[in-house]
C-alpha cells in the first residue's frame, strides 16, 4: 500500500483499505490505550449527539434502523462514547441508508466551488487538485458552522469534534516538543509534512479572504468572519470523516459516529449506490454490542497513528516499516523536552510496571497501555500515549537486546 498523501486516507470500499476516511479519529481525553473518538460530542457533551442527529436525518430521507443509541464503550482501557445496539441484528442487516441530500459535498455550496483560487498566483502556489478542493471544502463547513441554528446542518454539526480536542491526538497538530521527542518515527515526518501543507494552504486562505471581502459579494460576508483557526478545525474534521464515494469527497452525517477495532471484530461495513450511502451489518451482532466500523483492514498501526491518530491495541497487521527507526536516538538539547532519549519518552507514558507487563503478556496486547495520570496530565498526553504504544511496537525488541547485551557487558567487568 502507498503511503498516505499529505491530506490523509480516504474511506473507499470495505476490504480494501476500507474506511481510509481522510479522517483521522478521536483520541478519548482519557485514553489508556487505543484512543478513539470522545471527541466527536465535543459541541454537546457527547451522549445526546445521537439522539438529536437521527431526527433530522430521518425528517430529511435517511432511514436508520431502530434501537441504536450513543453508549460508553470500552477501548484499550479508556470509556469512549460509542455507537452501539439495543436488539440482536442479523447478517447483513441494513443500519443507515444516508440519501444524497445529506452528504456534505463541495457541489452544495456553489459560490465555494467556483472559487478560483489559482488566481491568488503564488499564495496557492502547490496547492493543486485535491488540495484545493479540500480548502474549499473547509471553507464551506466552517461557514455552515459560523451560521449556528440558521445552518441545515447544524444537527450534524453540533456533534463535530473542536479543535481543543484535535490538539489532544490527531498527529498534524503534535506541538514542537512532541514532534523533538519522538521524531525517529514515521508518523512525525508525515505530521510535519502536513503542517508544512497547512502554512501555504493558511497563506492561500488569507489571499481569498481578502479577495472576497474586497470584493463585496454574498461569500465575501462571511468570509469576513472566518478565522484560519476556523479554517483549521474545518479541515481536520473533513479529513476525520471524508469517504471518495463516485470520485467525489462526501462527509457522511451519522455513520462518523461509529468507532472501530481490529478486523476480526469489525462487524459492519458500507456502500453507495444511486439511492444513497448504506451501512449494514457484517456480521451478527448481539444485542447491548458496539457497531464496529472498518476504517482500514489493511492499516498497521504506524498508518492508523498517521490516519486517525489511533493506535489499535491488537492490530493483527504487522510494522510495514519495521526496522526504519532509530531506537537509541536522542532528543537534542534545547528543545524543551524533559526527556534525553526516544527511549525516555517512550517509557515515561507507559505502564511498565509487573501489572501493566502481565497485561502486555496475558492479554496478547501489541504494547503495553499508557499511565492514565500521565496520559490525562501531559501536554497532548493522549497524542503521546499513541506516539509511546507505537515507538513500543517498532522498537521493544531493540531496547531488549541492548539491555541484554548491556547486562552482558558489566558481567564482564
Same mark, same amino acid.
Not at 16 to 35: D, E, N, V
Not at 116 to 136: E, I, P, R, V
Not at 236 to 260: E, H, K, L
Given at each position: 500500500?502507498?503511503?498516505p498523501?499529505l491530506?490523509?486516507?480516504?474511506?473507499?470500499t470495505?476490504g480494501?483499505?476500507?474506511?481510509?476516511?481522510?479522517?483521522?479519529?478521536l483520541?478519548?481525553? $482519557?485514553?489508556l490505550?487505543?484512543?478513539?473518538?470522545?471527541?466527536?460530542g465535543?459541541?454537546d457533551g457527547g451522549?445526546?449527539?445521537?439522539t438529536?442527529?437521527?431526527?433530522?436525518?430521518?425528517?430529511?430521507?435517511? $432511514?436508520?434502523?431502530?434501537g441504536?443509541? !450513543?453508549?460508553?464503550?470500552?477501548?484499550?482501557?479508556?470509556?469512549?462514547r460509542?455507537?452501539?445496539t439495543?436488539?440482536q441484528?442479523?447478517v447483513?442487516?441494513?443500519?443507515m441508508?444516508?440519501?444524497?441530500?445529506?452528504w456534505?459535498t463541495?457541489?452544495? +455550496?456553489v459560490?465555494?466551488?467556483?472559487?478560483n483560487?489559482? !488566481?491568488?498566483g503564488?499564495?496557492?502556489?502547490?496547492?493543486?487538485?485535491?488540495?484545493?478542493d479540500q480548502l474549499?471544502?473547509?471553507a464551506?463547513?466552517?461557514?455552515?458552522?459560523?451560521?449556528g441554528?440558521a445552518? %441545515?446542518?447544524?444537527?450534524?454539526?453540533?456533534?463535530?469534534?473542536?479543535?481543543?480536542?484535535?490538539?489532544t491526538?490527531?498527529?498534524?497538530?503534535a506541538?514542537? $516538543?512532541?514532534?523533538?521527542e %519522538?521524531?525517529?518515527?514515521?508518523?512525525?515526518?508525515?505530521a510535519?509534512a502536513w503542517?508544512?501543507?497547512?502554512?501555504?494552504?493558511?497563506?492561500?486562505?488569507?489571499s481569498?479572504?481578502?479577495?472576497e471581502i474586497?470584493?463585496?459579494?454574498?461569500l465575501?460576508?462571511?468570509?469576513?468572519?472566518?478565522?484560519?483557526?476556523?479554517?483549521?478545525?474545518?479541515?481536520?474534521?473533513?479529513?476525520?470523516?471524508?469517504?471518495?464515494?463516485?470520485?467525489n469527497?462526501?462527509?457522511?452525517?451519522?455513520?462518523?459516529?461509529?468507532?472501530?477495532?481490529?478486523?476480526?471484530? $469489525?462487524?459492519?461495513?458500507?456502500?453507495?449506490?444511486?439511492?444513497g450511502?448504506?451501512i449494514?451489518?457484517?456480521?451478527?451482532?448481539?444485542?447491548?454490542?458496539?457497531?464496529?466500523?472498518?476504517?482500514?483492514?489493511?492499516?498497521?498501526?504506524?498508518?492508523?497513528?498517521?490516519?486517525?491518530g489511533?493506535?489499535?491495541e491488537?492490530n493483527?497487521?504487522?510494522?510495514?516499516?519495521?526496522g526504519?527507526?532509530?531506537?537509541?536516538?536522542?532528543?537534542a538539547?534545547?528543545?524543551?523536552?524533559? +526527556?534525553?532519549?526516544?527511549?525516555?519518552?517512550?517509557? !515515561?507514558?507507559?505502564?511498565?510496571?509487573g501489572?501493566?507487563l502481565a497485561q502486555?503478556a496475558?492479554?496478547?496486547?501489541?504494547?503495553?497501555?499508557?499511565v492514565?495520570?500521565?496520559?490525562r496530565?501531559a501536554d497532548?498526553?493522549?497524542?503521546?500515549?499513541?506516539?509511546?504504544?507505537? !515507538?513500543?511496537e517498532?522498537?521493544?525488541?531493540?531496547?531488549?537486546?541492548?539491555?541484554?547485551?548491556?547486562?552482558?557487558?558489566?558481567?564482564t567487568?
Amino acid at each position: 500500500m502507498a503511503p498516505p498523501s499529505l491530506f490523509g486516507n480516504v474511506r473507499t470500499t470495505f476490504g480494501t483499505a476500507a474506511h481510509l476516511r481522510l479522517c483521522f479519529l478521536l483520541l478519548a481525553l $482519557i485514553t489508556l490505550g487505543s484512543p478513539l473518538r470522545i471527541g466527536r460530542g465535543a459541541h454537546d457533551g457527547g451522549a445526546d449527539a445521537l439522539t438529536e442527529l437521527l431526527p433530522w436525518m430521518r425528517a430529511n430521507g435517511a $432511514i436508520v434502523k431502530s434501537g441504536l443509541r !450513543a453508549s460508553t464503550t470500552f477501548h484499550g482501557g479508556a470509556a469512549i462514547r460509542g455507537v452501539i445496539t439495543t436488539a440482536q441484528l442479523p447478517v447483513d442487516e441494513s443500519l443507515m441508508m444516508i440519501p444524497r441530500k445529506l452528504w456534505f459535498t463541495l457541489d452544495k +455550496f456553489v459560490e465555494v466551488q467556483a472559487a478560483n483560487l489559482s !488566481a491568488f498566483g503564488k499564495t496557492c502556489d502547490g496547492l493543486q487538485g485535491d488540495s484545493l478542493d479540500q480548502l474549499k471544502i473547509a471553507a464551506a463547513l466552517a461557514l455552515e458552522e459560523k451560521k449556528g441554528t440558521a445552518s %441545515f446542518w447544524y444537527p450534524f454539526l453540533r456533534a463535530l469534534p473542536s479543535l481543543k480536542d484535535f490538539r489532544t491526538f490527531y498527529p498534524q497538530f503534535a506541538e514542537p $516538543i512532541v514532534l523533538a521527542e %519522538f521524531r525517529e518515527l514515521p508518523v512525525i515526518a508525515t505530521a510535519k509534512a502536513w503542517q508544512t501543507q497547512d502554512d501555504r494552504a493558511r497563506g492561500c486562505f488569507q489571499s481569498w479572504r481578502r479577495s472576497e471581502i474586497s470584493g463585496h459579494t454574498v461569500l465575501g460576508q462571511g468570509m469576513r468572519m472566518l478565522e484560519w483557526t476556523d479554517m483549521q478545525l474545518a479541515l481536520a474534521q473533513f479529513r476525520t470523516r471524508r469517504y471518495q464515494v463516485d470520485y467525489n469527497n462526501a462527509m457522511m452525517p451519522g455513520s462518523d459516529m461509529f468507532n472501530t477495532a481490529p478486523s476480526k471484530s $469489525i462487524n459492519s461495513a458500507w456502500s453507495a449506490d444511486a439511492e444513497g450511502f448504506t451501512i449494514r451489518t457484517y456480521a451478527s451482532v448481539p444485542s447491548d454490542s458496539e457497531i464496529l466500523d472498518p476504517y482500514c483492514t489493511d492499516c498497521d498501526n504506524d498508518r492508523m497513528m498517521v490516519g486517525w491518530g489511533v493506535y489499535l491495541e491488537r492490530n493483527m497487521n504487522a510494522l510495514a516499516r519495521a526496522g526504519s527507526v532509530n531506537c537509541n536516538a536522542v532528543v537534542a538539547h534545547g528543545d524543551g523536552s524533559a +526527556f534525553r532519549s526516544l527511549r525516555q519518552a517512550t517509557q !515515561a507514558m507507559l505502564r511498565l510496571d509487573g501489572d501493566g507487563l502481565a497485561q502486555l503478556a496475558t492479554d496478547g496486547l501489541s504494547a503495553p497501555r499508557c499511565v492514565a495520570h500521565n496520559t490525562r496530565s501531559a501536554d497532548q498526553g493522549p497524542l503521546r500515549c499513541g506516539l509511546a504504544r507505537l !515507538a513500543w511496537e517498532f522498537c521493544a525488541q531493540s531496547w531488549r537486546r541492548h539491555d541484554v547485551l548491556q547486562a552482558s557487558a558489566n558481567s564482564t567487568h
